[in-house]
Each structure stands twice: as C-alpha cells, then as structure tokens.
C-alpha cells in the first residue's frame, strides 16, 4: 500500500529565504507526482506535474525533482515571499491496471512566509 | 485550462437532512471524477471513484449508502450525504480526470457544516 509523507509538517522562514519542501513515497512504482497549494478553507492550486519518465519540472520560482528509485520529490522555493504561506501537498499517482489514477495525498507541509 | 467547478461552495444544514454537491467539468470531458474528504488540518482522504455511466467505486471505510455518488455524464457528478449528521461536517473536494490524460484537476470545495 502507497503511504505518502512530507517533512517537515510544518516550517516559518523570514522572507527571501530559498527552501525545500520534503516529500517520500514507499511505492517506486507511480505513474506521476503532483504538488498543490492550499491556502486556509481554500481548495487546491496544482503547481507542478511530474510524469514518472522526468526527473524535474520550473515553473516560476518553483522547482520539483524526483527520484523515483528512492522514492522521493523535493519542492524547492526560491525566494520565498509572505504570499508564499499556505499548506503544500505531494500527491503520488500509483500506477493501475484498471486505470483509475487516483492520487493518494501526503500530510503536508504548512509554510509561513514572515516579512 | 481545465476547470472543475463544485457546488455549492458552502453549505450548512440540519442533523437528518440530506445535502447534494455537484461537481463539473466546464471545458472537457471526465471519464473519472474522484471524491475526497478533508478534516481540519488533515491531508485529504480518497473516499470513492466514480466514472461515467458506472457504480462508483468506494474506498474502505467509506459507506456507500451514506455517500450517494452519481456520475451521470462526462461533466458531472454528484455527491449526496443523506441523513447528515454532525460528524459529516468537513471539506469535500472532488477532481476529474481528463480522458487520455493522466493529470487530476480539483474543484475548488465545498464546506460542509451540520448542525
């Protein structure tokens, strides 16, 4: 069975600084990894796809890698700013022969910007 | 881009009573459409797959006669919680899976609260 974590749970940095956002998976096996913001009450803002074949993906300031042999993606955040601060999810779509690619959620990351 | 919008976004209704919440697709066609439920400051917890013309698929745990899922188009899905009770309140999101692709899209939320 997939499990999904992130590390840290939770993180507070001044403004400006670059950080990396942890997250593991204990099925090398997927089919591709996902990040999301949430912002509090809020849904969910895709960031970034990562198809199983790609090592990593840039969009804007933000850059994931993955290692699907150890398991792991990495979320870093270059510059980080106040509006920033949200919850950050990997989600981990395994692969499936019935095809349903449903994505199974880590724990979470909770970031605060501070200014 | 691909849009899912849900509805309502928040909603608060008597212990008993049933409540309904739709999920769409605005711009293209989802054979699978995914329910999820979110307690505060938790990740989100799969609860079942629906595709098109077909039975949902529950996860574990999850009653089906207390969750009613209907997916009745390649646009639209509907989740009913019949008989809510207190301990039904949560965040539930839906995503949709665009055919051929294997990128998850999510709706934006609907809050529930029972009294």
């Known amino acids: 069975k997939q499990e999904v974590t992130q590390i840290p749970a939770a993180l507070s940095v001044p403004e400006g600084e670059n950080l990396v956002l942890n997250c593991s998976f204990t099925?090398?096996?997927?089919?591709?990894l996902q990040w999301f913001r949430q912002d509090p009450g809020k849904g969910l803002t895709s960031l970034l796809l990562?198809?199983?074949?790609?090592r990593e993906q840039t969009s804007g300031r933000l850059n994931a890698s993955l290692d699907k042999s150890s398991g792991r993606s990495t979320l870093y955040i270059a510059a980080s700013q106040p509006g920033d601060s949200a919850t950050y999810l990997c989600?981990?779509?395994?692969?499936?022969?019935?095809?349903?690619?449903?994505?199974?959620f880590g724990t979470g990351t909770r970031l605060k910007v501070l200014a | 881009g691909a849009v899912v919008s849900q509805h309502p976004s928040r909603v608060i209704c008597k212990s008993g009573t049933s409540v309904k919440i739709e999920c769409r697709s605005l711009?293209?066609?989802?054979?699978?459409m995914f329910w999820y439920r979110q307690f505060p400051k938790k990740s989100l917890m799969l609860m079942a797959t629906?595709?098109?013309?077909?039975?949902?698929?529950?996860e574990q745990g999850v009653e089906k006669d207390k969750f009613l899922i209907n997916h009745a188009s390649l646009t639209l899905s509907t989740l009913t919680v019949t008989s809510a009770h207190p301990e039904d309140s949560s965040f539930y999101i839906c995503?949709?899976?665009?055919?051929?692709?294997?990128?998850?899209?999510f709706g934006p939320g609907t809050r529930l609260t029972v009294l």
């Open positions: 995503s949709a899976r665009r055919f051929v692709y294997n990128e998850q899209f």
């Open positions: 099925d090398s096996a997927i089919y591709n």
């Open positions: 990562i198809q199983s074949s790609q």
């Open positions: 989600a981990v779509g395994p692969q499936s022969t019935s095809g349903t690619y449903k994505y199974i």
């Open positions: 711009d293209f066609q989802a054979t699978t």
């Open positions: 629906s595709n098109e013309g077909s039975k949902a698929t529950y």
